[in-house]
């Protein structure tokens, strides 16, 4: 073969790099109709990435797809990937699809021609499909429930293509979907149209404007236009709503926390049943708060204080739960403490109280558990100190017997204060020499015990040793293998070890103990396993 058939053979068998071809499947349409824009880069196999962000002022992108080919034909290769977006115009008129980017290259940019619907079209499509969205109230108070219910209303012929969007994103909100989508029929007009609705408890977090945005859904629908019946796709839009959010009242105690809602509720219940209180028995109170039209998180953290001198309180973890399966938002918060009485006979329980607002009513309001007299039963845990014997009247034989008593008390004094003089001299000796050795083993033994090490553990705040502190506490206390401590919390119905667990393992690496007291739940434990033990109650928990 010569050099320049050599040559004309490479020419032919190389790849055909033709840039990029653009078509439309159409010219002109229908307003709502869609069109599809096919972009073909000829001489490459390699898909691309395409900005379609030029496209959004005028059109709208309903869906993109990509395909790539490849053919050798007498040696003539050719390549190509194709692009292809399917568009519908945001408005009528002659539009002009701009160029869009495929790697180096760009496509040509077309015109495109959209006639405006005939005005009774427009209003058959509008009866045939469409949304009713409304939010109740539409002035609330910030922090407080306001209920957002959409419905999508269509008609016999009308397809529905895409899902209905979730919850609603709205900056500054918290949203909560509220029971499941639940599809039904209902008759207006004299037409029939299958109804969905969706419904979202909204709590706004500041006072101001809230913006709660449109959604749209894609379907298509059978029509008749120009004289023939054909299926045309429609978008269908449901309106933007402004929510006007009010801050907290003037009248609003300002040292009580804020809580908006329509019903608030504190309860209070006892554990075992029937009650009876015995020194040294721990009985459980569980103070529960349910505020409906809020959830949990919102509601104010309590404490339900007791007398020191006549009970030991230890308060169990704190509950929270949200109720979503309604129309509204029903919020939980539960705390639990174990009580144990230490002096018998009539004591008095304080009652408890929690402030807050009436949206319903628009005023203030409290939610409380009366104070209550309870009778406690057995012996006293300390014993009282007996009384003082009356001082007898002087007599001349009492009198010489106080001298006599005066002369001894002094001559004591006076031997008390030389051996004083004799023991700070031997101190200041002892200083200088090391201490024996079993001063040491006396000290070292008392950092070494179990519970002086947890309250240092708890003290520095670090996760791991506290963890390792508390195990070795409790298998101290309980006399058990280490080993078998975990499974012991299990049985005493505590999450202590657990939320240790999940402290120290979080993701940032360093946890948080902002809502674990540890020593209130060494507390708890020693209070429930001290009720198995005979009375009177022994020192649960002493103090250093």
Request: some cysteine; hydrophobic content about 35%.
């Amino acid at each position: 073969m010569t050099r320049p058939a050599l040559v004309i053979f490479i020419l032919w068998a190389a790849p055909v790099h033709a840039g990029v071809l653009t078509s439309l499947s159409a010219e002109t349409v229908d307003e709502m109709e869609s069109v599809t824009l096919t972009v073909r880069a000829t001489g490459d196999n390699q898909v691309q990435s395409v900005d379609t962000s030029p496209l959004e002022a005028d059109f709208e992108v309903l869906n993109t797809s990509t395909n790539s080919q490849f053919r050798s034909v007498n040696g003539r290769v050719e390549s190509w990937v194709e692009y292809q977006f399917v568009l519908r115009a945001r408005r009528t008129g002659t539009l002009t699809i701009p160029p869009l980017s495929v790697g180096s290259e760009f496509s040509d940019p077309m015109q495109l021609s959209v006639h405006a619907l005939d005005p009774e079209v427009r209003d058959a499509i509008d009866t045939m499909v469409f949304f009713e969205t409304s939010a109740e109230p539409n002035r609330v108070y910030v922090q407080a429930q306001t209920l957002l219910t959409r419905r999508l209303f269509y008609t016999s012929g009308v397809q529905i293509y895409s899902d209905l969007p979730g919850a609603p994103e709205i900056a500054d909100a918290v949203v909560i979907p509220l029971g499941t989508t639940t599809p039904s029929t209902t008759s207006r007009d004299g037409r029939t149209y299958g109804v969905v609705e969706q419904r979202f408890a909204i709590f706004p977090e500041r006072s101001g404007v809230l913006t709660i945005p449109e959604i749209s859904v894609t379907s298509s629908i059978r029509m008749r236009t120009r004289g023939r019946i054909r299926r045309s796709g429609v978008r269908v839009r449901s309106e933007r709503l402004d929510i006007e959010v009010m801050p907290i009242p003037d009248v609003y105690p300002p040292n009580q926390p804020w809580l908006p809602a329509s019903d608030v509720q504190l309860t209070e219940t006892w554990s075992p049943t029937p009650v009876e209180f015995s020194v040294g028995d721990p009985i459980n109170r569980i103070l529960t708060v349910n505020a409906r039209g809020n959830t949990g998180s919102i509601i104010p953290r309590f404490t339900a204080l007791v007398p020191d001198s006549h009970f030991r309180q230890y308060p169990e973890p704190e509950q929270q739960d949200d109720d979503a399966s309604g129309h509204t938002v029903l919020g939980t918060r539960i705390q639990g403490y174990s009580l144990v009485p230490t002096r018998p006979g009539p004591l008095q329980l304080p009652g408890v109280a929690i402030t807050w607002w009436d949206t319903d009513d628009d005023q203030l309001r409290q939610a409380s558990v009366a104070e209550r007299t309870v009778h406690v039963t057995g012996e006293p845990v300390v014993d009282e100190q007996p009384p003082l014997e009356p001082t007898p009247p002087s007599t001349p034989a009492v009198e010489r017997e106080s001298a006599f008593q005066s002369w001894w008390i002094a001559l004591l004094v006076s031997g008390f204060l030389a051996g004083w003089a004799v023991t700070l001299i031997w101190s200041r000796y002892r200083r200088r020499a090391p201490p024996p050795p079993d001063t040491e083993h006396r000290e070292r033994s008392a950092q070494q015990n179990p519970h002086t090490q947890l309250k240092a553990a708890c003290g520095s705040g670090d996760l791991a040793r506290i963890r390792r502190a508390l195990v070795e506490y409790l298998a101290d206390y309980w006399k058990v293998p280490i080993t078998d401590v975990p499974a012991r919390l299990q049985d005493e119905g505590s999450d202590l070890l657990e939320r240790l667990n999940e402290a120290l393992y979080s993701d940032d690496g360093r946890g948080s103990l902002s809502d674990l007291d540890v020593m209130a739940q060494v507390r708890s434990l020693s209070a429930r396993s001290a009720a198995r033990r005979p009375s009177p109650l022994p020192e649960l928990y002493p103090e250093h």
